[in-house]
């Protein structure tokens, strides 16, 4: 953990397993124990590197045996203020596949938890039965003020347009596993890079690893400014493309993020470009040979199905990945890791 | 397996435990191990057989001891595009008496899986996550799409106005238990027989018994055409009655569905036949004393309350032989019976 | 059990695992097997006593180890006709912190269950997959009647304006566990005491422990008449208050509830009152010093957050009671306790 992490450090009430121990940089024995996972800021190098050779055993547990019982007795409360299919069943077969159990709610918007309860009524309510918790909510910062209340660990599964630091972890972690390697790679993020937290978070951790950036969208979907200062602070090396074709021969990793059209003031503005924002078996003739093509998902159409058999396409190996690195935060989380 | 059925063998990736060991006909180890459940077409006598005695012996266990680890360490994925908490919490709890997991998917409605994503990216997307796929979905089809793509094992729990095999294996098992043999019983199917995917699957697996049908409906509900040419086809011995009268003395099985007013288009008609297709205590006393009433459930009045408590009334019974029957699949499909 | 417990005894087929032994007063070896808990009403004092026994045992056990084996193997069927996010959770984590499962059945308006299928049929049915019921209902009675046709234990999750009897169990619980006693205390039921079945159940439990009640409300929102009738009868010493300044000084336990301003015919009436039933730090100021706070849970703004840090509040500390005393009535019934 950073020691700039912005309050989000050890649950209250939860004894350092070892104070003499550094917990920074250098790993001591579990050191994520009764944290919680809030925003990817809180994470240097060193922790990137834990989860990632956490993330490694749990996938290669799974090849070997399916499932362990390193949480067995361990109860967690995924709780989905909005919903998400995907980013709820990972967790909630994270949890399973380390022999936990869970409580799952997401019917919140017909509950008493819809009923003018406050979010931290219901975290202290939802904690005092289980030993970690989940957190997706439509708004901004929720996971930080459930972290203030909460004396369980409380890992953000995404808040609004805020943070959805377990995406941008798998992402980093599927780029690992399949390159070998994150350090001096290069990344295309393609699309929409105004609205996607995905992107951002992506970005802002490039800084880590001496990742390259290509950012390739629209002039109307930009990467944010304030993302782009954070890149020439850190001094990522990045440039900006409205077309595909300049970059694609150049890169380690195309990252696909979908182009709404509902996002154009200007209809003709989204016809003009929309061509260069879709990948199709011929677009892949260009991406070199040992690149990786990525996605978060649900695509629309941003992708051609008939590139799902181009070894790669990486994308639903991408979404395995995303289970392990949830095993090993909840493994972490709760001082088995 | 029939050797015709229709590209639904085993999931891609999932090397044949002992390819030199008869899988056809002849049961060899674990001979469903990484096959979809798809249809009951894919069944032949012998499968039929081998699945019945599993679904027994799981019975015998559940009355013995209620669970087992068989399945330690597994995650199902319980997918419902359409709700049907019967078959969904018969799955469920079938996984968890075997030791497994669960991942229930079932508010699709308001999920990212209904915003646009396609079945077969969900279904991508949710083995990567399990071990094998339920998968309840309102169109025809759609569980043979996803077993196109699918690595893991797909068991379909109802496709639609398609089929619903798990339902009629669950019939015929039933039937075996309650009155010890299925060869050359009679069973009257009763009510509306055009309309109901049950009573067609049934029909349909009569052939590998030699089992008589009494079709009983009005004559707007009759047993579809091409399910009738199906039965003289394969030799299935059946007549067909308006009046149950004509037929519940010498019956082995009372089998009866519902019939909606909303079916027919003269209400005239509806009020002319109803009589006949509810059955009462009254009714009970034509039907022969080692004969049993049947029902796939959830019923309204078809069934009045009054005979549940005749021991020959079989509905309740056939709801946990589903169980066994659901339990025995996922075991064999997933390599362990 | 007391011997007048209307019909809530022994399920179906059970036998008694030792008809020798006592089971009401003196309990022997899992005097609960098999049985209902439907009402407040069917627990005599040694019957309470041993309810608490059991759940601090859970608390203990809880606390040291987080979850045991005891109930592994079997499965808990969730039935919720209305939500409840905080019922439903707690016995969730109850079931599976002693090593059971669960089937959640949450969606029951969309499902078939909702179709016109009555409540004894869907009971019938889940009780096929599982061991235990939990129902809540929007019916008074609907617990009563699950329990008239299901062989497997019901538990009342609450049943409308009817019965919530475990969250009476907990409240007593928490006063046991917070005070160190039960007899003799002085309890303080303040806010709405007209619709709330919390206090009336609480209420009519006095009677077994020499509680002195004072029942502070609005005049709108007196206790009725007909528990009050209780109390004399039973001869549990109270008196009723408008104003909480004249009893909060002599109280052990200040037990708070909504008033809600829908329920005043006169605005004013609402306006003229509502000060008296909001806590405040203030407020705390003149509750005893080892006196608590507690409430049923959803708040809105009857207590502030300035009093969470008190630690005289037991509000959060009542919810994890609660799931002990769920976790001790489900291995009663299922006979490990």
New interface residues.
Partial sequence: MSSSDGGTGRTAGTPDPDPAAPRFGAHAQAPFQGHHILSVKQFDRADLDYVFRVAHDMRTMVDL????DLL????L?NLFYE????TS??F???M??LGG?V??????R????A????L???V???E????VLVLRHHEVGAAARAAVVARKPVINAGDGAGEHPTQALLDLFTIREELGRLDGVTVALVGDLKHGRTVHSLARLARHFGITLRLVSPVDLRMPDDVLADLVEAGVEHSEHRDLAEVIGGVDVLYMTRVQKERFADPAAYEAVKGSYVITPDTMRHLPARAVLMHP????DEIH?ACDADPRSAY??Q??FG?YVRMALLAMVLGRA
Same sequence: chains 1, 2, 3.
């Fill in positions: 045996v399916g499932s362990i067995h007795g361990k109860v409360a919903p998400s299919t995907r069943s990972s909630q077969a994270a399973v596949r159990s409580v799952a709610i997401s019917e919140v017909y509950s008493s938890v009923k003018g309860e406050t931290e009524d219901t202290r309510t939802l005092a039965y289980t030993d998902f649900p695509r629309v199905t639903f190996r979404i395995a289970m």
